[in-house]
C-alpha cells in the first residue's frame, strides 16, 4: 500500500513529490517503514527513479555504479557551484586536482537528471536472443542461433556479370574488382562472425549443463580463459562476442556474460570449487527463508555455507548480500517485527 501511495505521488521524470510525514499519517502506518519502503523502491530501474530532489538523483545512480566516493560526494553536495562554473570552488571542496575534477564533472554530466523520462510514450523493446538453447529428450541441449539476429547481406553476382561484360576503363574495371572483394569480405566476415559465436555459446552450454538441468545453484565457476582454450580461440575474441549477446534458455533469458563468474574455494569436506553466482543464490534463498524469530547474521550464514562444503568470509557475504539489495540482520529483524506488529 505504501508502495502504491508512492509510486502516486511520482512525477514523469521519475522525481518523488510530496511529503513523507503526511504519507505515514494518511496510511497510518511507522514513519521508518515508509522510509524503509522508499529506500527498497529506490533500487528500481531505471536507477535515480523515486529521488526527492536532484542531488539524491545522481548520488543513486553513482551509488550503483559503485562511484560515489567521498570525492564524489563533495561534488555533488555543491552542484550549486557547478552550475556557476565555479570551478576553484569546487575543486577546493572535492580536494582533487584539477585532471581529477574534470574526470568527476564528465561523469556526472553522463548521469541522467531524469531517468524517469526513459519511459515515454515510446513502446519498450524486448531483448530478442541472439542465441536458442532446446532441451532434447535425451537430456542433452541443442545449441542454435536466432536466425532473426543475423546481419542478411547479399552479393549480387549476376549484376557484377552483366556490368563487367561491358567495355569499360581500365580504373572502373579495377574500382568493380574491389568493391566485390570487399562485399565478399562483409559476407564472409560476417559468417564467421556468426561461426564463433555458436562455437562459444555451444562451449558455455558444455560447460555450466548442470545449470541447465538443475538450475543456478549448480553454476560452475567460469572464465574467458576456459572457453577460449576450449575452442581454440584468443580470450578477447571470446569476451567481444559474448559482450551484449542474449542466450534464451528452459531457465529464462540470460546475458551470456551471465555464465562467466568467479571462484569461490570449497571447504576442507567440500568437493569442487563453487560459482560465485550460485553462492549468491544460496544467500538469498536462506534469507528469504528464515523465520522473523530467528533472522540470520552474516555470521550464521558464513557457518551454513561452510556446512555445504563452501569455505567464505563473512565480508565476502556481507558484500554479496549488499549487492542482492538485502538489508543487515538487524534492519531485517527490525522490519519483520514491525510486519508482524501491523498483521496483528
Not at 556557476?84 to 556526472?108: F, G, N, P, Q, Y
Amino acid at each position: 500500500m505504501i508502495g502504491q501511495h508512492l509510486i502516486d505521488m511520482t512525477d514523469e521524470a521519475g522525481y518523488l513529490r510530496g511529503d513523507l510525514d503526511g504519507l505515514a499519517e494518511l496510511l497510518g502506518a511507522p514513519q521508518e517503514l515508509v522510509e524503509e519502503t522508499l529506500g527498497v523502491m529506490q533500487t528500481f530501474d531505471p536507477c535515480g527513479v523515486f529521488a526527492r530532489d536532484l542531488r539524491e538523483c545522481l548520488t543513486l545512480q553513482l551509488k550503483e555504479q559503485d562511484r560515489c566516493d567521498p570525492a564524489m560526494a563533495a561534488l555533488i553536495d555543491n552542484l550549486h557551484l557547478l552550475a556557476t562554473h565555479d570551478l576553484v570552488a569546487l575543486k577546493r571542496a572535492a580536494r582533487v586536482s584539477d585532471e581529477d575534477l574534470c574526470d568527476m564533472i564528465a561523469e556526472v554530466r553522463r548521469l541522467n537528471p531524469k531517468p524517469g523520462l526513459k519511459y515515454g510514450s515510446a513502446p519498450a523493446q524486448p531483448i530478442v536472443p541472439d542465441v536458442l538453447v532446446r532441451s532434447l529428450p535425451d537430456r542433452s541441449f541443442y545449441v542454435e542461433l536466432n536466425s532473426d539476429t543475423l546481419p542478411r547481406v547479399l552479393v549480387n553476382q549476376s549484376y557484377y556479370a552483366t556490368v563487367s561484360k561491358t567495355k569499360m576503363r581500365k580504373e572502373d574495371k579495377s574500382y568493380l574488382v574491389d568493391c566485390l572483394q570487399t562485399a565478399n569480405w562483409l559476407v564472409k566476415s560476417l559468417d564467421q562472425r556468426a561461426r564463433t559465436i555458436l562455437k562459444v555459446a555451444q562451449e558455455i552450454v558444455r560447460q555450466q549443463d548442470a545449470f541447465f538441468t538443475y538450475g543456478v545453484r549448480h553454476l560452475r565457476p567460469l572464465n574467458l580463459k576456459t572457453v577460449a582454450d576450449a575452442i581454440s580461440m584468443h580470450e578477447s575474441t571470446v569476451s567481444r562476442v559474448t559482450a551484449n549477446k542474449y542466450m534464451a534458455t528452459n531457465r529464462g533469458l540470460f546475458e551470456l556474460k551471465y555464465f562467466f563468474t568467479s571462484s569461490i574455494a570449497a571447504t576442507a569436506h567440500g568437493d569442487d570449487a563453487h560459482s560465485s553466482e550460485a553462492v549468491r543464490h544460496r544467500i538469498r534463498e536462506m534469507i528469504t527463508a528464515e523465520p522473523a524469530a530467528d533472522v540470520l547474521s552474516d555470521d550464521k550464514i558464513v557457518e551454513r555455507l561452510k556446512g555445504d562444503g563452501i569455505d567464505i568470509a563473512r565480508r565476502t557475504v556481507a558484500k554479496y548480500r549488499e549487492a542482492l539489495g538485502i538489508p543487515s540482520s538487524v534492519q531485517r529483524r527490525r522490519l519483520k517485527r514491525i510486519a508482524m506488529g501491523a498483521s496483528a
